[in-house]
């Protein structure tokens, strides 16, 4: 996919966003409310057409048949019957697609009861997500699109679906995720891509961009004194408070940093917890690149319009 | 699996079991024509006995199957996000149509051969000129059907739902079906004789008649069934939403 934008009317979702997708790779899309990653993959799945750019499924359209048949989707939004049963649902599904897998087999293998006579409508939300999940997988597709799959899921089917997607990974299946979730983007993406206002504001191999920046943060009591603590770690170190008692030391990552910083919580009479060196969270740098957008302007005119 | 055609037929076989399981549909589709033959057929309610009704309850059969069954169900599979969802899957939109044509025409079917069927237990005795009755009643399922995709992806759900169900009673009762608009005001009945559901009615009774009076109204309940069609269908074409 190479150059997406997508506008509604006035309003820019997505804005010269590109990205490719290889076998056996798993990547994520991250990034406020807003932000334009339902859009893009609504474009990559066809049910949306980009405003401009390219987009390839394969080398096919997204909206042809040869790219339809070798993918799977999970919508955020929708994309099941209330009143039919999880296996009329996949059965009916598997007579579309030349190579199924088998609706049985998939559904025992996510926890639903096969034989269960209760429509759709009657399952909990984390079972309705699993039935979701099965019609995606059916196809047994060579690349999987999945907007928000673990909304609604408690902690045990969570775990369960990120171990299923490094199994797909493992065995050569494309992924495309959304999520708010960044610390299952942690577990199970190989690249990720933050969107904000619709642009692409980092991208990468998760662990170049949990490393970029030789950083360090911690946690304390908020509304530390920034410009003390700056000044006892000396030049070459900035200090943000980037959510409330949420801190972030920018510059070398030295054992000497760590022991400047504990010294001066020590002294002020703070405790310092979390301490993670040389590393930030997904979360800092999503948290950071959403100011950063916003600072920069590139989503006021998004929001504007 | 995976040619067009099995897709389409998949789609239709999908579509005919969440009918048939669906109990509302089931009562629009069956259960209110058969009560209406029972009750028109063995009362004096319509003048005419049970060669008067028939017509009537067949644009009813008609009427329900094509556009108040079609829209619910339709609607339905927008608000859930089926349509969205199946719109990734290998059926293309053409499919998908061809599906629910097929399915839609199945079921009315049902309703008019169980409806003719009752009528002629009932003493019907089928005249007229088939081919002509044939005609005017897939004309009328045409009708029917392109305004009920129309309703069904424009509003809301249980907008359709209302506006389904309001259009299947006003049409029954005041659409020239079941009072015969002779004995409303002239202005009325004039305005009444150009809607669908009064022309699909007449075209049928003229139809199905031993001793028609003519083709002149024949023409015009074609013309007028034409005419709602071609406006249906440009208007779903134009203004129907996938989602």
Known sequence: MSDLWVTYGTTRAVAGVSFTVAAGQTTALVGPNGAGKTSTVEVCTGLRSATGGQVELFGYPPSSLAGRTR??????????????RPLEWLTYLAKLYPDPADPSTLLNSLGIDPKTS??????????QQRVKLAAALLPKPELLFLDEPTAGLDPAARLDLLGALRRLGADGTGIVLTTHALGDVEEVADEVLVLVGGHLVASGPVVDLIGAGGSTSFRATAGLELGALAGALGSGYQVQENRPGNYLVTGPTTPQLLADITNWCAAAGIQATEIRAGGRTLEDIVVEATRNGIAAGEIAEAADS | MSTSWARARAHTGWELRLLLRNGEQLLLVFIIPIVLVLALGLTT???????????????????????????????????????????????????????????TAVVTLLSVLVVSLLGIALGWRPAGTWPVAIGIALLGCLTFAAWGLFLAGTLRAEAVLAVAN???????????????????????????????SAA?????????????????????????????????????????HWE
Request: proline fraction near 6%; aromatic fraction near 8%.
């Open chain 1, 71 to 84: 993918i799977g989707v999970m919508l955020q939004n929708g994309g099941l019957y209330p009143t039919a």
């Open chain 1, 118 to 127: 209760a429509p759709t409508r009657r399952l909990s939300g984390g079972e």
């Open chain 2, 45 to 103: 309610f319509v003048p005419g006995g049970v060669d008067a009704a028939i017509p009537k309850v067949l644009t009813i059969s008609i009427l329900a199957g094509c556009f108040t069954s079609l829209a619910i169900a339709t609607g339905f599979e927008r608000r859930s996000g089926a349509l969205r969802f199946l719109a990734t899957t290998p059926l293309t939109r053409a499919n998908l149509l061809t599906g629910k044509a097929i399915a």
């Open chain 2, 166 to 196: 309001g259009v299947f009673l006003a049409l029954i009762l005041f659409g020239g079906i079941i009072i015969d608009p002779t004995q409303l005001p002239e202005a009325l009945a004039t305005a009444i004789a150009f809607l669908p």
């Open chain 2, 200 to 240: 699909l009615a007449q075209g049928l009774t003229q139809a199905l008649d031993p001793n028609p009076v003519g083709t002149a109204q024949l023409l015009t309940s074609a013309l007028v069934l034409s005419a709602w069609t071609l406006a249906g269908a440009l208007l779903a074409r134009r203004f129907f």
